[in-house]
């Protein structure tokens, strides 16, 4: 077997067959909330800046990405915790840093330096917890910034918008870069809320492994935000995978948002109609009165223990609200499952607007 000579991270390409391999075997495991685990620490502002940051000029509180750089300590032992827990695969503690999302603490210019650091620091915790027959896997995530290029933010201008495509292929490209550089295994887009937002990394994604004349999987994961059944810019489950299908994924899913119980409809619409791996974490239920999440590891693990005998997934983890606690225990609920196996589509010309269409040969 022979992998691309320019990729420069050593052993990555080799990581990425294993996965692949991996995943036709069993059901992998996601670890689970990066701010659940963050907030436990009790950071006032102080503890967000660290030395580094000490004077400056705005507020950082609550920018958990910059923990990477200021506190890195703690994104280290978030890290690890998974890993113990069971994960097979982590994400990066850099869901916002991108350009886009950083600028509401006036640290655009830090973009590139938090991908690089946050992949870092994942991917040390990852090689000390592999083993030889269990490798662990770093998912470089680049979440949706704050901004949406279908939407309009102004109620009363339909036609106005705060970001462009362009500038969003610039953010996400910027991002991607140094997560690749950092050492991910995988580029994970995630919490879409709005496709044309996905679209415009897919491109910056595409156009950067032209670029470095490598690439690494892409792994995609959409939002519904409520029992509608549809994304933020209105479209459905299957609408949003016909739109994305042509960047063949390594994995489509589902995240954030829902508990399990609603989320279960969603997951079986992609799992049906996708020809890839399919993904999902759901929140720890939807935020009570005081913010928090009541699903306790147990009761979720219940239902996703069901997903998975009933041919519905290939990767498991946590979003809101979830702990290692709830990791572990989804780890045990699909230990032994067999995982999906993607269908075989038919050939056809499918279109998306916010409904899919399907024309039949």
Same mark, same amino acid.
């Given at each position: 077997? @022979? ?6 991270? !050593? ?9 692949? @391999? ?17 907030? !436990? *620490? ?69 973009? *590139? ?77 995630? @919490? ?10 897919? *491109? ?46 390594? !994995? ?43 699903? @306790? ?12 005998? !009933? ?51």
């Amino acid at each position: 077997m @022979t992998f691309p000579a320019r990729d420069p991270v !050593s052993g990555r390409q080799e990581r990425i067959a294993r996965l692949k @391999t991996a995943l036709e075997e069993r059901i992998l495991v996601l670890d689970g909330a990066a701010g659940t685990f963050i907030q !436990s *620490y009790g950071l006032d502002e102080a503890g967000y800046r660290g030395a580094r940051f000490g004077d400056w000029k705005s507020d950082v509180r609550g920018n958990n990405d910059l923990l990477i750089l200021s506190r890195p300590e703690i994104v280290a032992e978030m890290h690890r915790a998974y890993l113990a827990a069971g994960a097979d695969m982590i994400e990066t503690n850099t869901f916002s840093s991108t350009s886009i999302a950083q600028a509401d603490y006036g640290m655009e210019s830090l973009a *590139y330096e938090l991908n690089v650091e946050g992949a870092r620091i994942a991917r040390a915790a990852a090689d000390a917890a592999a083993e030889p027959s269990r490798p662990k896997w770093v998912a470089g995530a680049i979440g949706p910034t704050n901004r949406t290029c279908s939407i309009s933010p102004n109620v009363n201008d339909p036609g106005a918008r705060n970001v462009d495509f362009d500038s969003l292929v610039a953010a996400y490209g910027e991002a991607a870069r140094g997560l690749i550089e950092g050492g991910a295994d995988t580029i994970l887009i995630e @919490t879409i809320f709005d496709t044309l937002n996905a679209k415009a990394a897919i *491109y910056a994604v595409e156009e950067l492994f032209d670029a470095l004349g490598y690439e690494v999987p892409v792994m995609l994961s959409v939002t519904i935000t409520d029992q509608s059944g549809r994304t933020l810019s209105g479209q459905t489950p299957e609408a949003f995978w016909n739109s994305v299908c042509h960047a063949r994924p390594l !994995s489509v899913g589902i995240n954030c948002a829902l508990g399990p119980d609603l989320m279960r409809p969603y997951v079986a619409e992609l799992a049906r109609v996708a020809d890839c791996y399919v993904s999902a974490y759901p929140n720890a239920g939807l935020p009570n009165a005081f913010g928090g999440y009541d699903e @306790t590891p147990s009761s979720m693990a219940k239902h996703l223990a069901e997903w998975a005998k !009933s041919g519905l997934l290939n990767i498991v983890g946590g979003c809101c609200g979830t702990t290692p606690d709830h990791i572990a225990a989804f780890a045990r609920a699909v230990k032994g499952v067999a995982p999906r196996e993607p269908p075989l589509v038919a050939p056809a010309m499918r279109l998306s607007g916010l409904e899919p269409f399907v024309l039949a040969r």
